[in-house]
């Protein structure tokens, strides 16, 4: 039951977009549409942000998109904004039917 | 609106047992799979448990397994994780969280430290 592979930080200026990659393996992300990313601010819950891979969550700007190739699956963020400062997990209904999280990414806005 | 309230949280010595409890309002709890995810201290989520809407089916992962168990009462709307021979490395915030692969609404999260 590895974790998901994150890159540990990711950045960009506001305005520009900036995209964050999740690796797993045929067992996981790369057997099941059921990937998911949650975005979690500092002292606070995490909240839901894409399920099943592209559909984003009830109240999520469409600045917010995900995909899906092979094992690997990212989340786009275009348009930065301040807001958007935050750690983004993604997480992978796995074949062991156990759920799989990636170590985190701290995305931050220049 | 969906409310996760979780409770139990405490200070305890390794080998030592506690039960977190949350308490669910908002929707329709008994049609819903429920999951417990944990965050230790500056580390990332981990997924715990998570249980079936009538209580029939339990995952659990592999480092809590033997002795974690996970509950759910849907007649008072509330979802259970009892904890037995605690070690050191369970210190984290839980958090129960509503739905079983993608966690749409969750709790703010109880404490649980576990040391000497």
């Known amino acids: 039951q590895s974790a998901l592979t994150q890159p540990p930080s990711a950045s960009g200026s506001p305005g520009q977009s900036v995209t964050i990659s999740c690796t797993g393996t045929s067992s996981d992300v790369g057997n099941y549409n059921y990937v998911s990313w949650y975005q979690q601010h500092p002292g606070k819950a995490p909240k839901l942000v894409i399920y099943?891979?592209?559909k984003r969550s009830s109240g999520v700007p469409d600045r917010f998109s995900g995909s899906k190739s092979g094992n690997t699956a990212s989340l786009t963020v275009s348009g930065l904004q301040a807001e958007d400062e935050a750690d983004y997990y993604c997480s992978s209904y796995a074949a062991s039917k156990n759920l799989l999280f990636g170590g985190g990414t701290k995305l931050t806005v220049l | 609106e969906v409310q996760l309230v979780e409770s139990g949280g405490d200070l305890v010595q390794p080998g030592g047992s506690l039960r977190l409890s949350c308490a669910a309002s908002g929707f329709s709890f008994s049609t819903n799979w429920m999951t417990w995810v944990r965050q230790g201290p500056g580390k990332g989520l981990e997924w715990v448990a998570n249980i079936k809407e009538d209580g029939s089916e339990k995952y659990y992962v592999d480092s809590v397994k033997g002795r974690f168990t996970i509950s759910r009462d849907n007649a008072k709307n509330s979802l259970y994780l009892q904890m037995n021979s605690l070690r050191v490395e369970d210190t984290a915030v839980y958090y129960c969280?509503?739905?079983?692969?993608?966690?749409?609404?969750w709790g703010q999260g109880t404490l649980v430290t576990v040391s000497s």
């Open positions: 969280a509503k739905n079983r692969i993608a966690a749409s609404d």
């Open positions: 099943e891979v592209t």
